[in-house]
């Protein structure tokens, strides 16, 4: 296996998106295109990436902007851009599917989306669904219209000029949950129980600063999106979803929220349509204490799908 790093431009047109891509050692059985989550990065999935490449499988994945590598400039961690940033996310996540289905233009092409990244996914699969052959959703962000419309008119009240500030505690709370009870927990316990990466998160010197107000404003425009039924119906019914989740992520109502778009898609004639929850494990499964099963999971569920080639 063989690990690269490269770049290219981001439709903000003034910054370069940092990318890392997983070559396997021998002939390539499919593509994986990686959509990270919030306060991480490409390279934080590597231990992932690894196992998919030694499987046969290309992996790719970008720092989306505003995250690891893909900061323009200081004060512009957490941000994303002024104007539409989930199209300009949605058209960077294009980008880099196009020149890599360019490099393997007969493979079968699958994405895999963590929690922000699941939520742009769901996004991205009412435009350009036809042209995957699977989808992988790990957790999601689903809010009632009453839940969506006080956080917009929160942010509202704020101002369109100070979307560049810091998300202040009430926005904090709405989206991660409510701390639990006992016990102070770090600023990243809603991660994960693995203390280890829940430490580590909290170190990083990219993740002192709390999101802008700019990110909650794009992922409100994408939560909208992902639940209206105008966009849902234009998922191609054929379309594989895998989606997984822990039964203690806070974020997804301890799996019921997976639940309820395993459902929508149901609703919409979307009839392959797997979900999974695990019991013990929060938001990124990926690090869970039971991560090798949750692994082993994917890979058996992409090795199924890639068999039925591009």
């Given at each position: ?5 490269f ?83 949605l ?17 079968p092409y ?7 990244g ?9 435009i ?135 459902v ?36 058996t569920?992409l ?8």
């Open positions: 296996m063989k690990k690269e790093t770049t290219y431009p981001s439709r903000d047109q003034k910054t370069q998106l940092h990318a890392v891509r997983w070559i396997p050692d021998g002939a390539v059985c499919g593509i994986v295109q990686i959509c990270h989550g919030l306060f991480t990065c490409a390279e934080r999935y590597s231990c992932f990436a690894e196992e998919l490449a030694d499987r046969g499988f290309y992996v790719v994945g970008q720092d989306m902007l505003g995250f690891g590598k893909s900061v323009a400039d200081a004060g512009s961690y957490g941000f994303f851009t002024d104007e539409k940033g989930d199209e300009c996310l058209t960077d996540m294009r980008n880099l599917f196009l020149m890599t289905e360019e490099q393997y233009p007969d493979k699958f994405m895999f989306g963590q929690g922000m699941s939520v742009l996914l769901q996004q991205y699969i009412t350009f669904g036809d042209e995957l052959n699977g989808v992988i959703l790990s957790g999601t962000l689903r809010m009632s219209p009453k839940k969506l419309r006080s956080m917009k008119w929160h942010l509202r009240l704020l101002g369109k000029s100070k979307l560049r500030n810091r998300a202040d505690e009430k926005l904090k709370k709405a989206l991660f949950g409510e701390a639990q009870k006992g016990a102070p927990e770090s600023r990243f316990a809603w991660m994960t129980k693995n203390e280890t990466m829940a430490e580590a998160a909290e170190q990083d010197p990219a993740n002192q600063e709390d999101l802008t107000l700019n990110v909650y404003n794009e992922l409100l425009r994408a939560v909208d999106w992902t639940q209206n039924n105008q966009y849902l119906k234009r998922i191609a019914g054929g379309l594989p979803i895998l989606l997984i989740g822990g039964r203690e992520d806070r974020m997804t109502n301890g799996g019921e929220d997976l639940r309820t778009l395993y929508s898609y149901l609703q919409n004639r979307i009839t392959d349509v797997v979900v999974k929850l695990y019991p013990g494990d929060r938001g990124d499964l990926l690090v869970e204490p039971d991560h090798q099963t949750v692994i082993s999971d994917i890979l569920w090795a199924a799908r890639a068999k039925r080639g591009r």
